[in-house]
Nanobody, 119 residues
């Protein structure tokens, strides 16, 4: 379990860009997976992007080609570069960090950062 803080959300017009940052606290546990998910009230959580400890990435179909996830293992930080934003990208974006040791795994979530795309 780690403490997570997201930042970088805000208001942007369609076609604009934002860069989200997720910083996780120091921990004795190794980070296995880091990722971004988003939620709109009344709808199910949606995968945005994940990145594994070896750098393997996975993107939701709706953001593929527009968003890029990256991580800095030394800083225990993950980033989400969002380009060509669309109104349907409007949501609260949450950072997820999976940590563990041996057979134990823990999933931690940040408080979320609002992204609003509107003209």
């Amino acid at each position: 379990q780690v403490q997570i803080v997201e930042s970088g959300g805000g208001f942007v017009q369609p076609g604009g860009s934002l860069r989200l940052t997720c910083a996780s606290s120091e921990s004795i546990f190794s980070i296995y997976m880091m990722g971004w998910y988003r939620r709109v009230p009344g709808k199910q959580r949606e995968l945005v992007a994940t990145i594994s400890s070896n750098g393997r990435t996975n993107y939701g179909d709706s953001v593929k080609g527009r968003f890029t996830i990256s991580r800095d293992n030394a800083k225990r930080t993950v980033y989400l570069q969002m380009n060509d934003l669309k109104p349907e990208d409007t949501a609260v974006y949450y950072c997820s960090v999976t940590t563990g040791s041996g057979q134990e795994e823990y999933n931690s979530w940040g408080q979320g950062t609002q992204v609003t795309v509107s003209s």
